[in-house]
């Protein structure tokens, strides 16, 4: 089975701050990595997909990059709402999926 | 507007059974395969069981396999979860999330996901 590690496991940050959270995998993915947002109550919301595609109505200071075994998110200028815990999923095997341990952005 | 509803969920005891049910609405049912995934309180995401759009291909997760049967009815446009023998640890909301493939690139992710359904296995 393919494990992944989130770093950090929790950040404070304030509004305006660029935040990056990483990724990794136990085994190479290619590019099989999709970025969630879950807000507390709520359900997670895709944010970005193929490791760096921007999923439609998702703002632009959202951005991914990586391959391979290595991903990054980065949020470039936090706003309020982006105060949520965050989550990597890799699909590279079919139909076996995993999700990285979340990384929770907290306001300073 | 895609829409999915999970219920079914419920507390039940250690040893017992549930059933849950995703219905859905807005989309090509048969196009998709479909998850489920689950999250106990507190705690991260935990990826539970898929099936591709046939059937053809199901798979579990070490945690759940042998007690948990996926299956899905797409004249109905319903995804459902049979949950048997059920644990404390089984505790958790339940959600029901659609997957999106993409060939040219041969990866796949969650584009849409219910608001889940909670799952309480207690004495």
């Known amino acids: 089975d393919i494990q992944m590690t989130q770093s950090p496991s929790s950040l404070s940050a304030s509004v305006g701050d660029t935040v990056t959270i990483t990724c990794r995998t136990s085994q190479t993915i290619t590019k099989s990595l999709s970025w969630y947002q879950q807000r507390p109550g709520g359900a997670p919301n895709l944010l970005i997909y193929a490791a760096s595609t921007l999923q439609g109505g998702v703002p632009s200071r959202f951005s991914g990059s990586g391959s391979g075994t290595d991903f990054t998110l980065t949020i470039s200028g936090l706003q309020p709402d982006d105060f949520a815990t965050y989550y990597c999923?890799?699909?590279?095997?079919?139909?076996?999926?995993?999700f990285g341990p979340g990384t929770k952005v907290d306001i300073q | 507007e895609v829409h999915l509803v999970e219920s079914g969920g419920g507390l039940v005891q250690p040893g017992g059974s549930l059933r849950l049910s995703c219905t859905t609405s807005?989309?090509?049912?048969?196009?998709?395969?479909m998850h489920w995934v689950r999250q106990t309180p507190g705690k991260g995401l935990e990826w539970v069981s898929g099936l591709t759009w046939n059937s053809e291909l199901i798979a579990y997760a070490d945690s759940v396999k042998g007690r948990f049967t996926i299956s899905r009815d797409n004249a109905k446009n319903s995804l459902f979860l049979q949950l048997n023998s059920l644990r404390p640890e089984d505790t958790a909301l339940y959600y029901c999330?659609?997957?999106?493939?993409?060939?040219?690139?041969?990866?796949?992710?969650?584009?849409?996901w219910g608001q889940g359904t909670p799952v309480t296995v207690s004495s």
């Open positions: 807005g989309f090509t049912f048969n196009d998709f395969a």
């Open positions: 999330a659609r997957e999106v493939y993409d060939p040219t690139g041969d990866h796949s992710h969650f584009d849409y």
């Open positions: 999923l890799q699909s590279y095997t079919t139909l076996s999926l995993t």
